[in-house]
């Protein structure tokens, strides 16, 4: 089967990117756009859009009926899901191959089974993947679990099956508090997930995020795109990822890789996935659970292998057999991504929607800006406030970094508040430039007074023509003090007038 038309069930900077590969395949495009998103970049790109319904996600990027009908009527032969709304849902991959479509992703099957952790559990028991200890099942008994967690040790975690990114979680740290927060546990899960079904792990404190990306395709061939580290979190979201981590060794590296093939073929993955893994450290592994879509995170992979993920998505969908063998990869160089947000670091991030008044992008080398927007475009308050992804590739992870803090430096935005200085923080920092970070990064180091505001952009331009004058004419130096034969000290350092303003 050879897709001629697809459509892309998403928005913002995931359905362009998407639309993108189409394009270059020769695949018509279909956008799908809510009230809020009628200028939207991705409907403007689409050769053909369609409105879904007002603003709320409810009512318009989750309408899987209205989506499904779309496609009948525009002949579209398949259906990209991007990340979030409808990407993990295995009831809407279900209905779309009912509706005789092609559901860009894996099987429903297999959305099934890795939505629920104590399934993903019990289907690779049977291979030798590395797990923390804990209960294979969920709690009914709670003596009899009070009797395993005194055996595995405190402080031990409370899961919920159906939870993910965090949510419904528990650190129980000594018996006398395991009823409260197994109350709370339930009932949390139940509340948010309608399941209230929960599990218990040891608790591996001071973790690192490790995640592997496969490849399947619907013959059985599994490949690994090895690993991204995403270690740099704020409350469970995801700030800076890399590819390669800084701390795995080639042998390591190798180990989880056959591991996250074991834990894709074992529930018969095809399409691409990513299989979380917690390292301590000692460098121990640990299988956590698996995303079933693609990622936020996914182009630094891209970067490191040269592969375009979507592509080959598009490839597996349509039957093809994978033409990338695991010999023919390999790490090229090194990829870092920051996620930019309209939210104020200085201000406990809060979401900072608004108008981007100045919006221009870093551009050069090694420089990779996923976004959504343009200048003069409003952010709507009814999704996630990401307005971009910031990705720099160098031949080295210092190259990267650095190239990173250039690319940071050369964003302008103003209208909104966003967590670029944040980023900044990140790169500049010590224990982020050597390697020795976990997923308590952020909480350990991070407090608004550490921020260098981004410049303010009135201010910088102002700056550097007044340079570019005294310096008669010489190109501004952005950051460096320059002497001019009088020994004038002219500087286009950047301006802290917008933290002053903020303390
Ligand atoms: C853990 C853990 C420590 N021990 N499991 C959080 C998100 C979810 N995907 C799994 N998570 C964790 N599971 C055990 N047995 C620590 C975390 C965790 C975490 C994991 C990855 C990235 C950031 C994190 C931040 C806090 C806790």
Known sequence: ???????????????????????????????????????????????????????????SYLRADIIIDVCKQLNVDAI????????????????????????????????????????????VATYNIPMVPGTPSAITDRSEAKIISAKIGYPILIKASAGGGGKGMRVVESEADFDEQMDRAVSEAQSA???????????????????????????????HLFERECSVQRRHQKVVEEAPSAILTPEIRDAMGRAAVDVARACGYYGAGTVEFIVNDKLDFYFLEMNTRLQVEHPVT??????????????????????IRQEDLEIKGHAVEVRVY??????????????????????????????????????????????????????????????????IDEYQISGVQTTLPFCRFVMEHDAFRSGQFDTGFVSKYF??????????????????????????????????TQQNGENIQVTTQKSNWKANRLR
């Open 80 to 123: 990209h899901p991007g990340y979030g709304f409808l990407s993990e849902n295995a009831n809407f991959a279900r209905l779309v191959r009912e509706a005789g479509l092609l559901f860009i992703g894996p099987s429903p099957e297999s959305i099934e089974v890795m939505g629920s952790k104590l399934a993903a559990k019990a289907a």
């Open 447 to 480: 407090t608004p007074d550490k921020l260098t505001p981004a410049p303010d952009v009135a201010e910088s331009e102002l700056a550097a023509v007044l340079a570019a004058y005294l310096l008669n004419n010489t190109r501004p130096n952005a950051g460096r």
């Open 193 to 223: 997930f309608g399941d209230g079904s929960v599990f218990i792990e040891k608790y591996v404190t001071s973790p690192r995020h490790v995640e592997i990306q496969v490849l399947g395709d619907q013959h059985g061939n599994i490949i």
């Open 1 to 59: 089967m050879t897709i001629e038309k697809l459509l892309v069930a998403n928005r913002g900077e995931i359905a362009l990117r998407i639309m993108r590969t189409a394009r270059e395949m020769g695949i018509q495009t279909v956008a799908i756009y809510s009230e809020a998103d009628r200028n939207a970049l991705h409907v403007r790109y689409a050769d053909e859009a369609v409105y879904v319904g007002p603003a709320p996600s409810s009512e």
């Open 302 to 323: 891209e970067q490191i292998t040269g592969v375009d993920l979507v592509k080959q998505m598009i490839y597996i969908a349509e039957g093809k057999p994978l033409a």
């Open 342 to 407: 309209a939210e104020d670091p200085a201000n406990n991030f809060l979401p900072d929607v608004g108008t981007l008044d100045t919006y221009v992008r870093p551009q050069g080398n090694g420089v990779r800006v996923d976004d959504g927007f343009e200048q003069g475009m409003a952010i709507p308050i009814y999704y996630d406030p990401m307005i971009a992804k910031l990705i720099t590739y160098g031949d080295s992870r210092e190259e990267a970094i650095q190239k990173m803090i250039r690319a």
